[in-house]
């Protein structure tokens, strides 16, 4: 009988704590290293900073160092945004989902509880604390920050752009939930489209094509949302948009962020 001997690990990964006293949080910053970071001390790298990191950091980090073997798509530094959770999993995962409605979401709704609303201070302290520490301790280019969410991710994510458009060069939404808090997505954009006429990002915006419910009809919300953007005709804007037929939610994170990382690194 073989022998257990730890758990797994993903290799050229660290871990490292970072606090965010206002909100108030320790957050578990996990940072996977491309395969030439250390043969190459003069390379600085892209970065994709992705949340909800027990569920999507190995699932990115993966995806983009098979993505760079063939030496066609750049090499990149992951930052997983979690929490310190540990084992037992089930219960890990429930406390997960709690923590990050309370961090994902934009303003406070009664169906998700009384700890949601907290976007603007986790963007403050992703903003204030974690990029400028990810920045002096890694060789990560300053000019090519990626941020990834997927669901209230995803929300999080639009609610960046519209707020903070040049914290990151490239924004990947997948699945956002556009119908929270009265649509509110909708209306921060239309505040930004009514003082700006420029956008200088690259925006990935993907769903999955089973997504479409009664109560939750994130397919066409998605369509109205791309036909929104692509009517503002901001200028240095870049959307690229994908349905992915035969997903339904919990199906579409694996095909929509590879899609969604080679469209924004690519460019």
């Keep these: 009988m073989a022998s257990i001997d730890g758990s797994a690990t993903l290799l050229a990964t660290e871990v490292r704590t970072l606090s965010a006293p206002a909100i108030p949080q320790e957050y578990r910053i996990s940072v996977a290293l491309p395969r030439s970071y250390a043969s190459h001390p003069e390379q600085i790298y892209p970065t994709i900073y992705v949340t909800d990191a027990i569920a999507f950091f190995g699932l990115i980090t993966d995806i983009t160092r098979v993505m760079s073997l063939c030496g066609k798509f750049p090499e990149t530094i992951v930052v997983g945004i979690g929490y310190p959770l540990d084992d037992p999993l089930d219960e890990a995962m429930t406390q997960w ?17 009384p700890q949601s609303g907290g976007a603007s201070n986790f963007l403050s302290f992703i903003q204030t604390d974690l990029i400028p520490m990810i920045e002096q301790e890694y060789r990560a280019d300053p000019t090519n920050r990626v941020l990834a969410g997927f669901s209230l991710g995803g929300l999080f994510v639009l609610h960046t752009l519209f707020h903070q458009p040049d914290l990151f060069k490239s924004y990947i939404a997948g699945s956002p939930t556009l119908g929270y ?42 369509y109205e949302l791309v036909a929104r953007l692509q009517s503002r005709k901001f200028e ?11 997903c339904a939610h919990c199906a579409a994170p694996a095909p929509l962020f590879q899609a969604g990382i080679q469209a924004v690194l690519s460019k």
């Design 97 to 113: 989902e709690s923590l990050r409605t309370r961090d994902l979401t934009p303003i406070a709704a009664l169906s998700y509880g």
């Design 236 to 246: 240095g804007f870049s959307l690229t948009t994908h349905v992915f037929e035969n």
């Design 181 to 222: 808090g009265d649509r509110v997505t909708f209306a921060y954009e239309a505040e930004y489209a009514a003082a700006h006429t420029n956008l200088a990002a690259n925006l990935y915006l993907g769903v999955g094509g089973e997504e479409e419910e009664v109560e939750w009809p994130m397919v066409s919300i998605f």
